[in-house]
Nanobody, 123 residues
Framework: QVQLAEFGGGLVQPGGSLRLSCAAS????????MGWYRQAPGKQRELVAT???????NYADSVKGRFTISRENAKNTVNLQMNILKPEDTAVYYC?????????????????WGQGTQVTVSS
């Protein structure tokens, strides 16, 4: 399978910035889509931002203009630069990746999630 390791997160004041990073590991053939979702207490998990291996991005309306997603396809990593953070951005952020990997030499699909990293925006 493919594992995702997340880095970053923490406590920041409103208006501040944070950067999240995620690295995929395993017998990866290609990652078609990679990005971030978040889940606040009592709410459903929601899309934050994703990027295809061709560079097409998809952002939640609530983060457009404040968050920027980037990928390094050769390193199987994705980053999320979060600026002008608001208290409503407080949530657990999860890395997500969809693609193909080699399982016993056979190409198979994968859909993996990271363990989550807490982002808290508070004064």
């Amino acid at each position: 399978q493919v594992q995702l390791a997340e880095f970053g997160g923490g406590l920041v004041q409103p208006g501040g910035s944070l950067r999240l990073s995620c690295a995929a590991s395993g017998s990866i053939f290609s990652i078609y889509d990679m990005g971030w979702y978040r889940q606040a207490p009592g709410k459903q998990r929601e899309l934050v931002a994703t990027m295809t291996n061709g560079g097409r991005t998809n952002y939640a309306d609530s983060v457009k203009g404040r968050f920027t997603i980037s990928r390094e396809n050769a390193k199987n990593t994705v980053n999320l630069q979060m600026n002008i953070l608001k208290p409503e951005d407080t949530a657990v952020y999860y890395c997500n990746a969809v693609g193909g990997y080699y399982s016993d030499g056979i190409l198979a699909d994968f859909h993996s999630w990271g363990q989550g990293t807490q982002v808290t925006v508070s004064s």
